[in-house]
């Protein structure tokens, strides 16, 4: 097994950056999945029982690194999987706040696996400073790989784009402190809306004219309170599912990425996914699933 | 002595006692002819950190003659509680104070701080007592190190900075050209942490002149708070040292003012320096002779005495052995005063009680203790404990008068 990474270009760095940060508040854990064509970073879902992943960010590798190596476990599964601490990812690519010339990320073995991140800091014109990280890694063995398969789902009942993430984030922190589920929603014409329901108060914001990804009809049967279909107008089709509120504003908040689409998929009563793209960068998907009662 | 701090350096002094009480829990005052030194000491003994302010600090710096004398080595000594020195210098003393002025007088109990407000004419009067006092020598000269090293304090904090926040070691193996600075040293990496390591040229120091390639292991407590307060000020850092295993000084200058800090180090190469005991910093406290009226005679006929045969005062341990004669005259001292005027002097009587427990140590030494009891035998105690009282006696029932029950029964049949 060997791989080694060189990162040049200092917008990549800083994506790169943002992306280790963004995981750092996600979770204390993450894999990265190396493959000749991508990088992978997934965290899955803390909690006991089957590993789902929870979020799946994919990095291209031609975007990101100048120089890559890698020979996999075998030829046939040319790619390694490792588990480590996202927190010390985070803070030591930190240091590439400074003026780092390049950033080169390699697999060694110094008394035990580790991922070392070596960046060439230009303090001034001349002179460079070497900077030297060792973070110690689990390699994980080919028989767990299938704990990290990509979840494709494509049966959605909508997909809309989200409105500004800043916005959302502002109403989402004040909606956490009555209650702790989010019921989101969203219809043919545009409209997300995010709700909250308690014994005193219900309380929604909507989202206007949002552009409609997809959207699919007569999915959904829509019932009235006797069991009985409504026919009324299209506008009415709803779809919402309820999640848990303070993994929404993780998300939300835990976000640094700039300018980079946003969308918010829906299955009736099952799961929200939020995808975010910066095109040719990144694809972030995080997976929220429907909070039982 | 008088001193005059004027507002602009008061926020030097504020700082300086803020960094002081990073390191240790009491400071020892000293004043000489054209400096004040601010000293303290860690606990363990590890880290001593000392500010010296020169006589160009103060507007206005007064000594009385009379009170340098050769007997006090022309040095006016006391010694402070940080935790009553440091409430006084919290917030920005510079903005609020017109002055400062620091009292004290050699027969007094207290040390007082004068705070002339800038605003309202308000000056506020802080009365400190003072500990018992004490003077410390320190058993090395700064700045004798052959590396001498001299580094802006951003460098130092951009190295610390990549760095885990929870690191509290630097590793520095110092080579002619360059440093390496590490948060570890081999075989003793912390799997959950981050191992870094950066590397340094030489050039980025001011002044970078190694004649003895080392490794140099020390805490970075010290070290972070040596850079905080160079940062406030702008001053340059420099390192001072031999080698691992010898001490380290960190030494801040200014025309006015110089803050030192001296750091024992391990060599993590060499074998048998791994307790912190081998690496404390040579260092004395030494108890004032300032209620000593002993005649030169007398003094000498105690110094020719083998006080260790003797009983009565019985008040050597072994470290006394070290430095003879300072100790024995506190230890007559104290013993005296503790005799003759006992209700006087708290403090002298506190130290002859430390003696006192020391003797019962050297006589217990003899006696080997009981081997611990056996739980059986506990519980035996424990229910029978009545039979293992001293004051247990049979109790009386009187005379049998009738016979047995069962046999008066058979009788009648």
Known sequence: ?293 | MNCIVPAQNTKVISKAINALAKVGDEIYLEAKRDELKLTTLNMSKTVCAQCCFFQSFFSSYDIKENQLTEENNETITCKLFMKSVLPLFKGNLEKKLEFLKIEFDMSSDFMIFKMKYKFDQILMIHKLRLMDSETLSIGITPNSGINNLLASSSLLNQVLSMFNLSDNEITLEIMNSRIIARNYYTGTSNPKQMRCEVKLSAGEFFIFDVKNETIVNFALKPLRTVISFAETFNLQIGLNFDGGGKPLTLLMKNPTFQIYLIVSTLNPNKEGQSTMSSTSLPTTTQRNKKNLNITIEDQQALENENWDEDIQFGKINENSKKNNFVSIMKKANSYSSNKENQSEDLNESDISEVYRMDVDDNIDLDVIPKSPESPRRKKIKLVFSRCYEPTICVPNLGKEINGNSDSNNSKIE
């Open chain 1, 1 to 293: 097994m060997k791989f080694r990474g060189l990162m040049s270009d200092s917008a990549a760095m800083r994506d790169f950056m943002n992306i280790a940060t963004s995981l750092s508040k996600f979770s204390k854990e993450c894999v990265m999945r190396i493959t000749s064509r991508n990088v992978y970073f997934i965290v899955c879902d803390e909690e006991s029982g089957p590993r789902r992943p929870l979020v799946w960010c994919d990095l291209p590798v031609n975007f990101y690194f100048k120089e890559y190596n890698l020979v996999g476990v075998s030829d046939r599964y040319n790619e390694i999987y490792m588990e480590f601490s996202t927190a010390l990812l985070a803070r030591s690519v930190s240091v590439l706040k400074q003026n780092v010339k390049n950033l080169k990320i390699k697999l060694t073995n110094k008394e035990f696996p580790c991922l070392t991140l070596e960046m060439e800091l230009v303090p001034e014109e001349i002179q460079t400073r070497q900077c030297v990280h060792d973070i110690k890694v689990d390699i994980i063995s080919r028989t767990h790989w299938s704990n990290y398969e990509e979840p494709r789902f494509n049966d959605f009942h909508v997909t809309i784009s989200m409105p500004h993430l800043k916005h959302l984030k502002n109403i989402v922190e004040r909606m956490k402190s009555m209650s702790h589920k989010l019921i989101v929603s969203a219809n043919k014409s545009g409209r997300l809306i995010l709700q909250i329901k308690t014994n005193t108060v219900t309380l929604s914001s909507h989202f206007l004219d949002l552009s409609l990804e997809s959207f699919a009809v007569g999915h959904i049967p829509n019932l009235n309170e006797d069991g009985e279909p409504i026919n009324e107008d299209e506008e009415q089709e709803i779809v919402s599912s309820t999640i848990d509120i303070k993994k929404f504003l993780m998300f939300i908040s835990g976000m640094q990425l700039n300018n980079c689409k946003a969308l918010c998929s829906i299955v009736q009563g099952k799961m929200v996914k939020l995808y975010m793209e910066q095109p040719g960068a990144m694809k972030l998907q995080i997976f929220l699933t429907q909070l039982s009662d």
